[in-house]
Nanobody
């Protein structure tokens, strides 16, 4: 059973940066597709970034393209989301999710991800 734990959220000023971590336990994360999703109050869940199993593919949502970067450290069994040039509209709870053996990841099929973390709050405000 794969377990995911996010960390790294917090309060940051507009234009600032944060790095979110998604640490996995129970299985080797390299074999899983990983997705980062976010949900703001009153809004639908939005796909932010994903990476296919074995890092075959990487995708970004239009709203974060060029600002956010997804990466993996297989030795630490951890996936990261580096977020730069943060905006107030990036404020949300961020979740990482995983599903095994998806070389082509998806930002729209959130229901296809089997394992989810508990989420970490990111607040962008001056």
């Amino acid at each position: 059973q794969l377990q995911l734990v996010e960390s790294g959220g917090g309060l940051v000023q507009p234009g600032g940066s944060l790095r979110l971590s998604c640490a996995a336990a129970g299985s080797t994360l390299a074999a899983y597709a990983i997705g980062w999703f976010r949900q703001a109050p009153g809004k639908e869940r939005e796909g932010v970034s994903c990476q296919g199993s074995r890092a075959v593919t990487t995708r970004y949502g239009d709203s974060v393209l060029g600002r956010f970067t997804i990466s993996r450290d297989n030795a630490k069994n951890t996936v990261y989301l580096q977020m730069n040039s943060l905006r107030p509209e990036d404020t949300a709870v961020y979740y990482c999710a995983a599903v095994s053996s998806w070389p082509i990841c998806s930002l729209s099929r959130s229901a296809g991800y089997r394992y989810w973390g508990q989420g970490t709050q990111v607040t962008v405000s001056s």
